[in-house]
């Protein structure tokens, strides 16, 4: 959470000319805002809607494509073992506590699990061991995206997404 994942994979994903898709706001197309999810069902109700929503959109993403995941669900082995099989390359933007606190902190009630400052802080530590397994680290904790936005379009195209394979889209 406030890591930059849709604002920054919006942007990568202009840069690229490639489809952009953030999880969280499939999910809520298809079955209401989240918090009301996490109201109704509980986080593990939401988990188990959100794991459908990656099965079911991974194999139909285009390639290359933005994929903005929820903040939890790179944490569930299960949705990491589906990343894997369909060979998505993992990012994870990271920032310090203090300033992904700042960046959500009056967005409490859309982020069912940012209410409680406490609680919102054993999360930020207990999630980030599983993020660092992704494939690349990138820092997000600046302000202004650019120079993130640059680092992600070089990796693009060390992954072989490059200008001419973006024209042909």
């Known amino acids: 959470m406030g890591a930059g994942k849709s604002t920054v994979g919006r942007l ?3 840069q690229l000319a490639c489809p ?4 969280d706001v499939e999910i809520a197309r298809t079955h209401g805002p ?13 988990r188990a ?8 959109t991974l194999p139909r993403l285009k390639r290359p494509s933005v994929f903005a995941l929820g903040g939890g669900a790179f944490l569930q082995p299960a949705n990491r073992e589906l990343l894997d099989h369909h060979a998505a390359t993992v990012i994870f933007l ?27 802080r054993q999360l930020y530590e207990l999630r980030r ?11 997000a904790s600046e302000g202004d995206p650019s ?23």
């Open 147 to 169: 120079s993130l936005l640059t680092s992600l379009v070089q990796l693009a195209n060390r992954l072989g997404i490059s200008t001419s394979a973006r024209d042909k889209l």
């Open 20 to 23: 952009f898709v953030d999880l």
């Open 34 to 46: 989240i918090p009301e999810l996490f109201s109704c069902r509980g986080e593990s109700g939401f």
């Open 129 to 139: 061991p599983t993020y660092l397994g992704a494939h690349h680290t990138f820092d």
């Open 12 to 14: 990568l994903a202009l």
């Open 49 to 56: 809607i959100e794991h459908h929503h990656l099965n079911l």
């Open 94 to 120: 990271d920032a310090p506590f203090e300033v992904v606190r700042a960046r959500i902190a009056d967005s409490g009630h859309q982020r069912p699990l940012a209410r409680d400052l406490d609680r919102l």
